[in-house]
């Protein structure tokens, strides 16, 4: 299915909620979306929901790469990714050890209470981006 882009301009907060089916191509447009999204605005912090994701398809090599790679979200920004599956969450904790140097403040947890404490938003009021 996809991904679907909402923000919280009080607590200046980028969420991505996964939907469906989450392959390498859909990793890849996801975070080039961000990449254009966060360099036409003042930097934020950011959340990535994988709840509603229904089929996990992220290679090791996609994984890797993207890890690699440059940080969409400046790295003093927190970013909090939500895997509350098993096999997603064992993946995205890899992808925070490769990208440790890019994403120091990568924190992957269980749940979106988790990341709304992570991030100190008590009251979330996201909003969807076009």
């Known amino acids: 299915m996809g991904f679907v882009m909402d923000f919280d301009l009080e607590n200046n907060v980028l969420r991505v909620t996964l939907e469906g089916r989450v392959t390498d191509s859909v990793m890849r447009d996801l975070y080039a979306t961000v990449t254009r999204y966060v360099a036409l605005r003042p930097p934020c912090h950011g959340i990535m929901d994988f709840s509603k994701?229904?089929?996990?398809?992220?290679?090791?090599?996609?994984?890797?790469?993207?890890?690699?790679?440059?940080?969409?979200?400046?790295?003093?920004?927190?970013?909090?990714?939500?895997a509350p599956q098993d096999p997603v969450y064992g993946t995205l904790r890899m992808f925070q050890m490769l990208g440790e140097?890019?994403?120091?403040?990568?924190?992957?947890?269980?749940?979106?209470?988790?990341?709304?404490?992570?991030?100190?938003?008590?009251?979330?009021?996201?909003?969807?981006?076009?």
């Open 53 to 82: 994701a229904t089929k996990f398809e992220f290679s090791s090599n996609a994984t890797r790469e993207l890890a690699q790679s440059s940080s969409a979200i400046p790295p003093e920004y927190m970013r909090a990714i939500v």
């Open 101 to 130: 140097t890019n994403r120091p403040n990568t924190h992957i947890v269980r749940s979106m209470d988790e990341a709304y404490g992570l991030l100190g938003v008590e009251t979330p009021q996201f909003s969807p981006v076009s």
